[in-house]
């Protein structure tokens, strides 16, 4: 697929409670206010990821639009804003993490990396056609699996490389790209005048960020 860069992506990345979801959420509410559509992609397999989605579920604004998708996302969006009078200003998908999660695990404990990479890749591939399509701002929030030990089992190692490669592909096309450590947002890459959630501000006292050099 051929990667062209929008200023209608933004990427944000993070590692475990790293606060890429809270910080996601609030920069979608300074984007696009009430008007949102969160796209969930976790699927409940026990009662922790319930408590988990239920949690998540309660944090967010009560005038927010919800979107289920565990896998097809983009394909999904694209039916859903056909079926609305007024598309949302902005659409969070939260996350691409647990999405790669649910296209990996029908390959079993030991999948065929190339396989696997490709079904990953074919998914955000979908994503991004609907990105473009859309004509609205998206924030995709994803995991960076790639600073911490080597997965000790194949699927694991198959996870990871997938995961990564798909950031990569998403960082490729996105206009603005930030990673979150402890809370804070670390601007990677960034369009000119879109604004960004600054946390530190006061209430309405929001304004585009500079970009980090």
Not at 42 to 71: C, K, N, V, Y
Not at 101 to 120: I, K, Y
Request: with cysteine; proline share 6%; charged share 15%.
């Amino acid at each position: 697929m051929s990667i062209q860069a929008t200023s209608a992506l933004t990427l944000i990345l993070g590692g475990a409670r790293s606060g890429k979801s809270a910080y996601a959420q609030q920069l979608a509410h300074a984007r696009g206010g009430s008007n949102v559509l969160y796209v969930a992609t976790a699927l409940a397999f026990d009662d922790e990821m319930a408590a988990r989605i239920a949690s998540h579920r309660a944090e967010r604004p009560a005038g927010w639009q919800t979107l289920e998708a565990a896998q097809g996302v983009g394909a999904a969006v694209t039916r859903y804003l056909t079926t609305v009078a007024v598309r949302p200003a902005v659409i969070l998908v939260d996350c691409l993490t647990l999405l790669a999660t649910n296209v990996l695990l029908p390959f079993g404990e030991t999948p065929d990396p190339r396989a696997a990479e490709e079904a990953v890749l074919a998914e955000v591939d979908q994503l991004l056609e609907s990105v473009q399509r859309s004509e609205t701002a998206w924030i995709v929030v994803s995991n960076e699996v790639g600073m911490g030990l080597v997965p000790p089992y194949p699927l694991g190692r198959v996870y990871r490389d997938a995961l990564g490669r798909a950031n990569q592909r998403l960082a490729a096309a996105a206009g603005e790209v930030l990673l979150m450590v402890a809370g804070l947002p670390w601007t990677l890459k960034s369009c000119d005048g879109a604004p960004v959630y600054d946390p530190s501000a006061p209430s309405g006292a929001q304004k585009p960020a500079a970009s980090q050099t």
